[in-house]
Every structure is written in structure tokens, then in C-alpha cells.
Nanobody, 123 residues
Framework: VQLQASGGGLVQAGGSLRLSCAAS????????MGWFRQAPGKEREFVAG????????SYTDSVKGRFTISRDNAKNMVYLQMNSLKPEDTAVYYC?????????????????WGQGTLVTVSS
């Protein structure tokens, strides 16, 4: 599975962005997907995950109620809708794929990674 993330940019606090992740490969629908982020000087952290059929989602506490992950297996796409953005959401965001069909918040379980897209939230 090859992944290409896009949609990052500069936005003011309180604004919204939608990240997209395009996947290639016929096995996309058999992978759970996740979004991770890494801010300067910090470790990569789990943001959101979605199971292979999209029936199960999970979020880190800091984004619950603000971010929504979704997927379209017919289009090989995963999305992260980010609302009410805060300066602390500033980071490089990565999409990733795992064969754990239930999904996972552990980055070590993800075998495939996109190149990352930068989100900058100004105060």
C-alpha cells in the first residue's frame, strides 16, 4: 500500500481543514487506517484511527469532538476533518495503514506511511 497525504496548510485558530490520504493498491480495503502527527521536538502521536470497514473509529482525547476520521474504500481514500483548530494542533500529519483490522493507536503496528502534510494553526 502506498499512501499520499494532502490538504495541510495555514489556518487561523478556530478554523477548519480536511486532510486527505490517497492509497494505491488493491489491498487498501483490508487495512485499518490511522492519522498521526508530530510537532517539532515532540514524539509522533496517534490522532485518529478507523477500522477496515469504517465501523470503528477512535481518537486521542485532545481531538475528540473536533476531528472526524472517515474512509471511502471505493475511492481508496481516508479523510481527517479537523474543526475548531487550535495552535497546539500544529504538526506534520501522517496517514498510515495497518493490517490490524480493528485498528490501533500504536504506531509500531503500522507498516505503511504517507509522506506527511504540514498543518499550521496561528493564534
Amino acid at each position: 500500500v502506498q499512501l499520499q497525504a494532502s490538504g495541510g496548510g495555514l489556518v487561523q485558530a478556530g478554523g477548519s481543514l480536511r486532510l486527505s490520504c490517497a492509497a494505491s493498491g488493491r489491498t487498501f480495503s483490508s487495512h485499518s487506517m490511522g492519522w498521526f502527527r508530530q510537532a517539532p521536538g515532540k514524539e509522533r502521536e496517534f490522532v485518529a484511527g478507523i477500522s477496515w470497514r469504517g465501523g470503528r473509529t477512535s481518537y486521542t482525547d485532545s481531538v475528540k469532538g473536533r476531528f472526524t476520521i472517515s474512509r471511502d474504500n471505493a475511492k481508496n481514500m481516508v479523510y481527517l476533518q479537523m474543526n475548531s483548530l487550535k495552535p497546539e494542533d500544529t504538526a506534520v500529519y501522517y496517514c498510515a495503514a495497518t493490517t490490524n483490522l480493528s485498528g490501533s493507536s500504536n504506531h509500531r503496528e503500522y507498516s505503511y506511511w504517507g509522506q506527511g502534510t504540514l498543518v499550521t494553526v496561528s493564534s
